[in-house]
């Protein structure tokens, strides 16, 4: 269970799947900059950065080393930190092999499985449920094996072994191969009876009547579905697609949670 006492004036924000480094720099140069833009624009007001995984499209923390790059970003996280905005980031299946990294360099909190957020204000009670969404709900057989695999210690530890040109290169090809595939014939379209984000959600709900706000990326499916009479499963979406149109965010203040399309910065 996460807590928050929301102070008033301030704001929690919430995103998800950026996937930095892919396919290629140039791409994840142009993301990383509206990335920037955005968290300049919630620098202003926010008190809690709730970051739902896959900030990387691979990440792995070496002994001495972690990957290149993405220094604007990282940069500016540390300036809210610096500033006394928490940062909390939720650990996805493209970024399983965060450890203590963030932590000490950020003092983020670090989360490996989903959790319930309890954000109370002067005016209201906020229930979430929230995680990065990866292993959830019924089928993916698959994928829970595969990250069984990944999260294994040993599994770890060989990995460990390769030089990171090689472990960086090899995890890089795998992923881009797969996402230029789903770039090109589009994202499988969301259907309600077999999302597995959506099946885990509902069966918690059943056992949770108090959450209210279901909140998960992965899926690349911007939504703010309704589940049951009162509560809302909202998909964070992702910021790699074209000219940003799954690029979503949630922002909860003393009154109400915003469900809010992002909008790049001219000239990128």
Same mark, same amino acid.
């Given at each position: 269970m996460i807590h928050l006492n929301l102070t008033s004036g301030k704001k929690v924000y919430f995103a998800s799947d950026f996937h930095l480094g892919f396919p290629?720099?140039?791409?994840?140069?142009?993301?990383?900059?509206?990335?920037v833009s955005w968290l300049e624009q919630v620098q202003k007001d926010a008190q809690d950065l709730f970051l739902m995984g896959d900030l990387f499209d691979f990440w792995f923390e070496y002994k001495t080393a972690v990957p290149r790059g993405f220094v604007?970003?990282?940069?500016?996280?540390?300036?809210? !930190?610096?500033?006394?905005? +928490?940062? @909390? $980031?939720?650990? *996805?299946?493209?970024?399983?092999?965060?450890?203590?990294?963030?932590?000490?360099?950020?003092?983020?909190?670090?989360?490996?499985?989903?959790?319930?957020?309890?954000?109370?204000? !002067?005016?209201?009670?906020? +229930?979430? @449920? $929230?995680?990065? *969404?990866?292993?959830?709900?019924?089928?993916?057989?698959?994928?829970?094996?595969?990250?069984?695999?990944?999260?294994?210690?040993?599994?770890?530890?060989?990995?460990?072994?390769?030089?990171?040109?090689?472990?960086?290169?090899?995890?890089?090809?795998?992923?881009?191969?797969?996402?230029?595939?789903?770039?090109?014939?589009?994202e499988d379209a969301f259907q309600a009876e077999t999302d597995f984000i959506l099946a885990y959600v509902r069966e918690t709900a059943a056992k949770k009547p108090e959450i209210e706000s279901f909140v998960f990326g992965h899926r690349h499916h911007p939504m703010a579905f309704p589940v049951g009479p009162t509560a809302t499963y909202y998909n964070l979406g992702d910021w790699f697609n074209p000219q940003f149109k799954n690029a979503y965010y949630l922002q909860i203040d003393e009154n109400k949670i915003d469900f809010i399309h992002f909008n790049a910065p001219s000239g990128v």
């Amino acid at each position: 269970m996460i807590h928050l006492n929301l102070t008033s004036g301030k704001k929690v924000y919430f995103a998800s799947d950026f996937h930095l480094g892919f396919p290629d720099e140039i791409r994840s140069r142009e993301r990383e900059k509206a990335l920037v833009s955005w968290l300049e624009q919630v620098q202003k007001d926010a008190q809690d950065l709730f970051l739902m995984g896959d900030l990387f499209d691979f990440w792995f923390e070496y002994k001495t080393a972690v990957p290149r790059g993405f220094v604007r970003f990282l940069g500016k996280l540390s300036a809210l !930190a610096d500033q006394g905005i +928490q940062i @909390h $980031i939720f650990v *996805g299946n493209h970024d399983l092999w965060m450890w203590d990294y963030l932590e000490k360099e950020l003092g983020a909190k670090i989360y490996r499985e989903p959790s319930d957020l309890k954000i109370t204000t !002067a005016n209201k009670l906020f +229930q979430l @449920h $929230i995680g990065h *969404g990866d292993g959830l709900g019924p089928g993916d057989t698959g994928y829970k094996i595969l990250k069984k695999v990944f999260t294994n210690r040993l599994a770890q530890w060989l990995f460990g072994f390769l030089h990171p040109n090689v472990g960086i290169s090899l995890a890089n090809f795998w992923s881009s191969t797969r996402k230029e595939s789903t770039l090109a014939k589009g994202e499988d379209a969301f259907q309600a009876e077999t999302d597995f984000i959506l099946a885990y959600v509902r069966e918690t709900a059943a056992k949770k009547p108090e959450i209210e706000s279901f909140v998960f990326g992965h899926r690349h499916h911007p939504m703010a579905f309704p589940v049951g009479p009162t509560a809302t499963y909202y998909n964070l979406g992702d910021w790699f697609n074209p000219q940003f149109k799954n690029a979503y965010y949630l922002q909860i203040d003393e009154n109400k949670i915003d469900f809010i399309h992002f909008n790049a910065p001219s000239g990128v």
